[in-house]
């Protein structure tokens, strides 16, 4: 249903309670008038039935023992009629009175065909009739009609009992109108409230603060909802832009020192004058930053790609086991030059489905992390079937974490303190990336770590896609 053109361009609240003042006036209306039919036809079926018992009465009054029929016993009859406002009168069959009481004479004359009810107008007032014949008796029980008793009262209470009614209803239904627009108003102001409430949070909203909320407490009802919903959005957004400006801060910061030292190293070498060693042991400092940067970038380049859906996911059926064999064989040269004891307990023939080099990067990176953090011990590296899922523990004696920094572990740059040396600590993004590789294989990736008693990842891949 469209708005009439008068309530187009009103505010909500206004366009709320005028439809609702129109569909109650119009209910109104439509009520009053079923009420005013319904008043009308009980009036007329009480005065039908009047009129038809005190013909009955004035019947057992008649007088037939003359020529013609007469009211007999006039004084009973005519308090009777009086007290009723009734009007009586004999009628021959050609119309001619005979005999009337009360205000017979104001009663417009009518011949009726048969026994029945009419409504005539007069002059003042309308008179409603009702005719019943006279017969007279014979040996056989047959009759022959001598004329008409008919008893008559005017329509002035009825019509004035309507009159009264119509009156009630066109002083009241204002007032209710009235009051009905007020109850709405009322009404629809505290159902948008909470809308108010969302547009002055909304348009609070800065591109810098992202702190206020709306904060309803009122029932879950459709408002409560897209209050509630509206909260949960700026929860998130919040969120993800604290997540972008600490990543631009990070990223900055991590961009930063390799190009540094790169700058650093040309500055010198072009300030002094070196021998070839010298220069090629500059030139190896730089190709070493260099390289920092492109694994940056790299890392970076992944986890975009992650985040706008653009890797789809893997379908490959792979051996497992033989992938994992293959990861540890390249970390085993790591720990040549350090005391760890490489152990693998890998079961033969695991299966699952993903990509091989997803899959690489991401147990290279949890070993490499195992060997790093090890300064003298043991690296264990477990594999086996869980149900429809393969199990990955990979578990050393190292440096372990604390339990306040586990929560945050696979954050994107994120690294525990005694990690941010340059010489071992990396970008903080090899659990992130990790942690992602595993999301997109279906997979959990989990942790546990004991301080100064090492730490343990756990790997769960699907068997099947």
Known sequence: MGNPVWLGRRPLRVRLTAWFVLLLGLGLLLFSGFLYVQL??????????????????????????????????????????????????????????????GHYRSVPIWVPAAAGYKTLPADETVWRIYSQPIQSADHFGRGQRLGWLQIAQSLDPVRAAEAKFLQQVFFSLPLVLLVAGWGGWFLANQALRPIDRITRTAQAVGTRDFSQRIGYQGPADEVGRLATTFDQMLDRIQAAFERERR?????SHELRTPLAVIKGQIGVALAQHYDPCDYKHTLQGIEQGVDRLIRLTNDLLFLTRLDQGRIQRPMELLNFSQLLDAVVEQVQILTKFKRVHLIVEIAPDLRVSGNPDHLIRLFLNLLDNAVKYTPAGQVRVQAGRQGTEVCTVIQDTGLGISPEHLPHLFKRFYRVERARDRRTGGAGLGLALAYEITRLHNGRLSVHSELNRGTRFTVHLPTEA
């Open 40 to 101: 009308k036809l009980s009036l007329f079926t009480q005065l039908d039935a009047t009129l038809k018992l005190t013909a009955s009465y004035a019947n057992n009054h008649l007088d037939q023992q003359q020529a013609r029929p007469a009211f007999g016993r006039i004084q009973n009859l005519t308090r009777y009629l009086n007290q009723g406002n009734f009007a009586a009168r004999l009628l021959t069959p050609t119309g001619s009175v005979w005999a009337g009481l």
């Open 247 to 251: 990543f631009t801060a990070d990223v």
